[in-house]
Every structure is written in C-alpha cells, then in structure tokens.
Nanobody, 121 residues
Framework: VQLQACGGGLVQPGGSLTLSCAASGRTVGDYAIGWFRQDPGKERAFVAA????????EYADSVKGRFTISRDNAKNTVNLQMNNLKPDDTALYLC???????????????WGNGTHVTVSS
C-alpha cells in the first residue's frame, strides 16, 4: 500500500484545514487508516483512525470534538477535517495503513510521507 498525504499549510488559531491521504494498492480497502503527528525529536502521536469500512473511528482525547476522520473507498482517500486549530496542533501529520484499528504506531505497516501543519498568528 502506498500513501500520499497532502493539505497541510499555515493557518491561524481557530482556523480549519482538511488533510487528505491518497492510498493506492490492490487491497487498500481492507486497511484501517490512521493519522499521526510528530514534532522534531518526539515520538509519533496518535490523532485519529478509521476502520476499513468507515463504520468505526477513534480519536485522541486532544482532538475529540475538533477533528473528524472520514474515508471514501471508491476514491481511495481518507480525509481529516481539522477545526478550531490550536498552536499545539502544529506538527508533521502522517497517514498510515494497518490491518487492525488502533492508536499504536506499531500497528501500522505502511506510512506516507507526511504534510506539515503550522498553527500560528
């Protein structure tokens, strides 16, 4: 499975961004997709994940109520809608694919390149 993340950028606090993860591969629809974020020198932190069917989602406590993950298997894309962004949301955002749904980075077998999000006034 190959993954390509895009949609990052600079946004003011309180603003919104939508990240997209484009997936390719013969069995991409069988994978849960997760979003993680990482600051330099720190471990990857779980943000959100969605099951292969889209029926189940999980979120980190820090983003619940602000971020929404969704997927369109016909288009092989997973989106992360981020609202009410805060400076603490600044990071490199990566999408990843896993055979199992969860918030542990070691669940995920395939990783995309990431897209930068900067929240600053």
């Amino acid at each position: 499975v190959q993954l390509q993340a895009c949609g990052g950028g600079l946004v003011q606090p309180g603003g919104s961004l939508t990240l997209s993860c484009a997936a390719s591969g013969r069995t991409v629809g069988d994978y849960a997709i997760g979003w993680f974020r990482q600051d330099p020198g720190k471990e990857r932190a779980f943000v959100a994940a969605i099951s292969w069917s889209g029926s189940t989602t999980e979120y980190a406590d820090s983003v619940k109520g602000r971020f929404t993950i969704s997927r369109d298997n016909a288009k092989n894309t997973v989106n992360l809608q981020m609202n009410n962004l805060k400076p603490d949301d600044t990071a490199l955002y990566l999408c990843a694919a896993s055979r199992r749904l969860g918030g542990r980075a070691d669940f995920y077998d395939y990783w995309g390149n990431g897209t930068h999000v900067t929240v600053s006034s």
